[in-house]
């Protein structure tokens, strides 16, 4: 049992099953081979099946969407493919792990199935899905969910520097920037239409996006001023992605599909268990702004 324990541990914290072995034998075990630790691994798929496909309850006004890639084979080739993860928060300003999902994210029809095997679990009372650019994502949460869709604000400033110079880049970013200190949609609407004529003269395309990005970038401010912060980019999400990135790049290549949601889904289980149930990561107040259905609570301190 001991044993086992250390084994899934280790392969969850990113340890290769090659090392594995090495690990065993200074912790005064005797060694294991590379089929023992798969097949040790393998257990942990129910519990990572059960967490994955338990019912959602209650209602979750923020789903955070963010995909990270990684290389597979399939068909005999090598492939990358996107590891999908929503984050939610719900009217109790807790938040949780709620789905997982491997496949191709460019298709509109993947983040479609994705959204509605989370209503099918039970999700429910969505106001905004935070995401990267994506139309697939788009109308997906238009589509499946009925929600605003929020562009991730750190990704739209990445896109806009793109289209000035290098020794430009600090003016643009300093002149969007005064957008997101506004104290009212209203006021930010309007400074986002100064900033952008003030800069299609000299960067055409960049006044382009600007014109075409407004709604999707500013939905947050249509929210609970409290919950901004959150809300307004994918930056909740950045830790998850850094960490999926790091244990899946001891792999490198997996041998399949259900191998990566092996790993990423054990290690969101493990999120899922450091993120107290005690503790608030948003204020109470303002969720039940954005429920239809959240009772009357006492205040409490968010995180």
Request: charged share 25%; net charge positive; glycine share 8%.
């Amino acid at each position: 049992m001991a044993l086992t324990a250390v084994i899934q541990e280790a392969y969850v914290q990113g340890i290769s099953t090659r090392s594995v072995d090495d690990l065993v034998k200074a912790l005064g075990m005797s060694g294991v081979s590379n089929s023992q630790v798969s097949r040790l691994c393998g257990e942990l798929d129910e519990r990572v099946g059960a967490f994955l496909n338990r019912q959602i309850e209650g209602d979750w006004p923020y789903l955070w969407i963010d995909a990270t890639y990684v290389k597979t084979r399939e068909a005999g080739r090598i492939v990358s493919v996107a590891v999908m993860v929503a984050v939610g928060v719900n009217t109790d300003g807790q938040r949780e792990v709620l789905g997982l999902k491997v496949g191709a994210a460019e298709a509109e029809p993947f983040w479609t199935e994705f959204l509605r095997s989370l209503n099918r679990r039970g999700l429910r009372g969505v106001k905004l899905v935070i995401s990267d650019s994506h139309e697939g994502i788009k109308a997906a949460a238009a589509k499946v969910l009925k929600a605003t869709w929020q562009r991730c604000r750190v990704h739209f400033m990445r896109n806009a520097l793109a289209h000035a110079g290098k020794t430009q880049r600090r003016m643009v970013s300093a002149a969007i920037g005064t957008v997101f200190v506004q104290d009212s949609a209203d006021n930010a609407r309007a400074q986002w239409r100064s900033v952008a004529d003030q800069l299609r003269g000299k960067f055409p395309k960049l006044g382009a996006l600007m014109d075409e990005a407004e709604n999707d970038v500013l939905a947050f401010m249509t929210f609970p001023r409290a919950h901004w912060s959150p809300i307004c980019s994918t930056n909740p999400l950045e830790r998850l992605d850094a960490e999926i990135r790091r244990r899946t790049n001891v792999v490198g290549i997996f041998p399949n599909d259900a191998s990566i949601v092996r790993l990423v889904g054990a290690m969101m289980l493990g999120q899922n268990d450091e993120w107290s149930p005690n503790r608030r990561y948003m204020q109470l107040e303002g969720l039940q702004t954005v429920s239809d259905t959240a009772p009357t609570r006492l205040p409490a301190v968010a995180r």
